[in-house]
T-cell receptor, first 112, second 113 residues
Framework: GESVGLHLPTLSVQEGDNSIINCAYS??????FIWYKQESGKGPQFIID?????DKRQGQRVTVLLNKTVKHLSLQIAATQPGDSAVYFCAENGSGTYKYIFGTGTRLKVLA | EAGVAQSPRYKIIEKRQSVAFWCNPISGHATLYWYQQILGQGPKLLIQ????????DSQLPKDRFSAERLKGVDSTLKIQPAKLEDSAVYLC???????????FGSGTRLTVV
């Protein structure tokens, strides 16, 4: 079946360092991917998206990389700040549908 | 713009009782979703509306869950009767149209005891 998973459940990084959060997806037909950030007690917040015709997309301090060959997605956060502490989810649109399938999530802890 | 509004924020009920959640999407957003997020997991889609019609309810446990969006704006999600495993955060999200990124509400945290 379709699934999205993450390699690391918790990631601890020093403030100011770069963070890399990884995600594996299983449906090769997925053509749209999103990274969400979820802070405690809040709903997921859109960070950045990427379509399957791209392999890299940059935002403000964030970069998403897509490797379709190995069905891998990553989120890079530059100069990680305390406010980046949250759970990060990747989501795929599974077989080109409009419903998004979320992974389990990675908790990012920023150490002062 | 105002975000997606949900109420209540928290709800505690006993098993076999019923409960309802309310969602007011962003003005003008035609597509509305209800997700269930069990602690430690990613959100799972329950139902998707396009205006007041159901697009996808394949993962909605229809023996106990129901949802409606009568006028194509607000939506309610109901559970009757509730089970212990229904304890979760129920998230509502909306988007201008299918295929666009969602905006999520803060969710309703349901505890079934």
């Amino acid at each position: 079946g379709e699934s999205v998973g993450l390699h690391l459940p918790t990631l601890s990084v020093q403030e100011g360092d770069n963070s890399i959060i990884n995600c594996a997806y299983s449906n090769s037909a997925s053509d749209y991917f999103i990274w969400y950030k979820q802070e405690s007690g809040k709903g997921p917040q859109f960070i950045i998206d990427i379509r399957s015709n791209m392999d890299k997309r940059q935002g403000q301090r964030v970069t998403v990389l897509l490797n379709k060959t190995v069905k891998h997605l990553s989120l890079q956060i530059a100069a990680t700040q305390p406010g980046d502490s949250a759970v990060y989810f990747c989501a795929e649109n599974g077989s080109g549908t409009y419903k998004y399938i979320f992974g389990t999530g990675t908790r990012l802890k920023v150490l002062a | 713009e105002a975000g997606v509004a949900q109420s209540p924020r928290y709800k505690i009920i006993e098993k076999r009782q019923s409960v309802a959640f309310w969602c007011n999407p962003i003005s003008g957003h035609a597509t509305l979703y209800w997700y269930q997020q069990i602690l430690g997991q990613g959100p799972k889609l329950l139902i998707q509306f396009q205006n007041n019609g159901v697009v996808d309810d394949s993962q909605l446990p229809k023996d106990r869950f129901s949802a409606e969006r009568l006028k194509g704006v607000d939506s309610t999600l109901k559970i009757q009767p509730a089970k212990l495993e229904d304890s979760a955060v129920y998230l509502c999200a909306s988007s201008l149209d299918q295929g666009r990124g969602y905006t999520f509400g803060s969710g309703t945290r349901l505890t079934v005891v």
